[in-house]
């Protein structure tokens, strides 16, 4: 998204009265347009200084979004892992069920304690992988946040239990 003010000022793309949209074309104006590069973090994936200092990151986003999807901020996530040597040993990304924009949905699961998993990570040397989170309704339950790649897969047992999920990939 752009915000260089201007005709579409945070509202690249059709406008509400237009019919059609070559989405490749739209795409390769923003590309070739040379104030991109400084608002678009499309690129912004060169965590060298962070990483070298020993940063640790950890991401999140909901899989129910309607601003923009998960798998923009996975794509970003796997592009910093090219960008970056000893990414994965230096971040976490989560995908959160049911979760919207920040928080909230239906059925989503939106209480979790992502800063204490950090602390203990960059003061202990605790690397998470999952984490739990929990939520009240429409009935109280708790479920594992698995680290990208993996997902929760349900292995038998209570299914408001977060023992009853483990994390693996597909």
Known sequence: MTYIPGENFFS???????????IDAEDARLRNDPM????????????STFLNRGGKILFYHGV????????????????????????SD????????G???????ANTYDSFDLLSAVVDWVENGEAPEDVIA??????????????????????????????SFECREE
């Open 12 to 22: 690249p793309g059709a406008k509400a009265d237009q019919t059609e949209i070559d």
């Open 90 to 97: 230096a971040s976490r990304y989560y995908h959160v069920p």
């Open 64 to 87: 129910s979004d309607a601003w923009f999807s998960a798998y923009d901020t996975l794509g970003f996530y796997q592009r910093a892992d090219e960008a970056n040597e000893g990414w």
């Open 134 to 163: 929990s939520r009240n309704n429409p009935e109280p339950a708790r479920r594992k946040l698995c680290a990208y790649p993996e997902h929760p897969h349900y292995v038998g047992g209570g299914e408001t239990s977060a023992d």
């Open 36 to 47: 991109q590069p400084r608002t678009d973090s499309y690129n912004w994936t060169n965590f």
């Open 99 to 105: 979760m919207g924009h920040c928080a909230g949905g």
